[in-house]
């Protein structure tokens, strides 16, 4: 579906956004502000830019990957390593509402801009900020990415199969969760400056935000010191929940309760096995599940996947195809709820990008801005401060945008 210009204004219509961050920690939660309404003006190196600019399958030019997370907000270059630059992000913050930036902890106060000095300069600030591992503690100058993350979070040691290797998760996952953190923490602090006035710095980290999804699995090693066990696809505390084979490939199916067990045994003529002490109730079926995966692979592999699927649904047992991407997308359950989008962008063509996973009645989000070029809005936002054309020569001149 072609992303279309809004006719109403966002949630967040009015609230500027300076951004400084890149690669995808930053851009994601930025992008996500942007969709609902706000002003995002994203702040690149003269030259080449955010890095992700250059990286990914290129297609007429642009970076697809760069696209992702880069929608909805305008390009303004700045060398911040420059003085001239430094005062020009400091007349930006005078009108803006939100700061956010992903640089190790002490970048930003290396260039005039410590916590102390935005407080007492911009007071109405909400300052957003991600990082590797915190502000605080003995790992906060360490670099991290997300595969740092997943592995020191414990959330790889909870993935994988139970003889194998710890396992990733393929998506950026740890970026992604902080940014959506980011994300909420910065509207709570505008809902706070709404009544009190103040701004606020808000925080979250890669690794935090992993730790923080690890739900149940931490809440089971608190409770009992034991670290869980790896279970590849299974459910580490239920069974039957799963992958099963059916004759053409692979059925997830998720019954979460005793009664949707019932419902499972009942639909596959295999209700009797209530009866058999090994899987009476959840704790013998986890004792047992090797047996009892046995006996429904054996009913399961006589049918094909979709039969399975319309036949399981019916029954009111939750279960799904595990899809690959382009099964996903052609899903049409996917394309009714508009999950991909393609943008127009011009002489570059339409861009393919994930849509809105938030669905809002009165003012949803929506496409304000297609994915900006480098320095596409620099002259216009700049005028936007007052600067005359002759003055924006001169700081092109010198390399400042």
């Known amino acids: 579906?072609?992303?279309?210009?809004?006719?109403?204004?966002?949630?967040?219509?009015?609230?500027?956004?300076?951004?400084?961050?890149?690669?995808?920690?930053?851009?994601?939660?930025?992008?996500?502000l942007g969709d609902h309404g706000a002003d995002v003006i994203k702040v690149e190196s003269p030259g080449k830019g955010d890095v992700v600019r250059g990286q990914g399958n290129m297609v007429n030019g642009e970076s697809w990957y760069?696209?992702?997370?880069?929608?909805?907000?305008?390009s303004l270059t700045l060398d911040l390593r420059s003085d001239e630059g430094k005062?020009?992000?400091?007349?930006?913050?005078?009108?803006?509402?939100?700061?956010?930036?992903?640089?190790?902890?002490?970048?930003?106060?290396?260039?005039?801009?410590?916590d102390d000095t935005l407080r007492e300069r911009f007071p109405r600030l909400v300052v957003g900020r991600i990082n590797g591992f915190g502000a605080t503690g003995p790992y906060r100058d360490r670099p991290a990415y997300d595969f740092i993350a997943q592995a020191m979070s414990g959330f790889m040691g909870v993935n994988g199969p139970a003889d194998g290797e710890p396992m990733r998760a393929a998506p950026p996952i740890s970026d992604m969760v902080a940014s959506q953190n980011l994300a909420f923490g910065i509207c709570?602090?505008?809902?706070?400056?709404?009544?009190?006035?103040?701004?606020?710095?808000?925080?979250?980290?890669?690794?935090?935000?992993?730790?923080?999804?690890?739900?149940?699995?931490?809440?089971?090693?608190?409770?009992?010191?034991?670290?869980?066990a790896r279970t590849g696809n299974d459910h580490p505390m239920l069974y039957p929940y799963g992958l099963f084979k059916a004759s053409d490939g692979e059925v997830a199916i998720a019954p979460s309760n005793d009664t949707m067990v019932s419902r499972l045994l009942k639909a596959l003529?295999?209700?009797?096995?209530?009866?058999?002490?090994?899987?009476?109730?959840?704790?013998?079926?986890?004792a047992?599940?090797?047996?009892?995966?046995?006996?429904?692979?054996?009913?399961?592999e006589q049918r094909r996947v979709d039969d399975w699927i319309e036949h399981l649904n019916r029954a009111g047992v939750p279960c799904g195809r595990v899809h690959d991407l382009?099964?996903?997308?052609?899903?049409?359950?996917?394309?009714?709820?508009?999950?991909?989008?393609?943008?127009?962008?011009?002489?570059?063509?339409?861009?393919?990008?994930?849509?809105?996973?938030?669905?809002?009645?009165?003012?949803?989000?929506?496409?304000?801005?297609?994915?900006?070029?480098?320095?596409?809005h620099t002259r216009e936002l700049l005028g936007e401060l007052g600067m005359t054309p002759s003055e924006l020569d001169v700081l092109l001149a010198r390399g400042v945008i």
């Open 188 to 228: 709570a602090a505008l809902v706070r400056r709404a009544a009190t006035g103040q701004g606020e710095i808000v925080e979250t980290a890669l690794t935090n935000g992993l730790i923080a999804m690890l739900g149940y699995l931490a809440a089971e090693y608190f409770a009992t010191d034991q670290i869980p």
């Open 326 to 376: 382009r099964e996903t997308f052609a899903d049409p359950q996917v394309q009714a709820q508009q999950m991909r989008l393609e943008i127009d962008q011009g002489d570059a063509g339409r861009v393919p990008v994930t849509g809105f996973p938030v669905k809002m009645r009165e003012a949803p989000p929506a496409l304000y801005h297609r994915v900006p070029r480098l320095g596409e």
């Open 269 to 286: 003529d295999l209700l009797y096995l209530l009866d058999d002490p090994r899987f009476a109730d959840n704790a013998q079926r986890m």
């Open 288 to 300: 047992n599940r090797e047996a009892l995966r046995e006996i429904l692979n054996g009913v399961i």
């Open 87 to 114: 005062q020009i992000l400091n007349r930006l913050l005078e009108g803006a509402d939100v700061l956010v930036e992903n640089f190790r902890p002490g970048v930003l106060a290396k260039m005039g801009l410590d």
């Open 66 to 74: 760069f696209a992702q997370f880069n929608r909805n907000k305008r």
């Open 1 to 32: 579906m072609e992303a279309s210009f809004p006719s109403a204004p966002g949630s967040l219509a009015g609230i500027r956004v300076i951004d400084l961050t890149r690669v995808i920690s930053g851009p994601f939660c930025t992008q996500m």
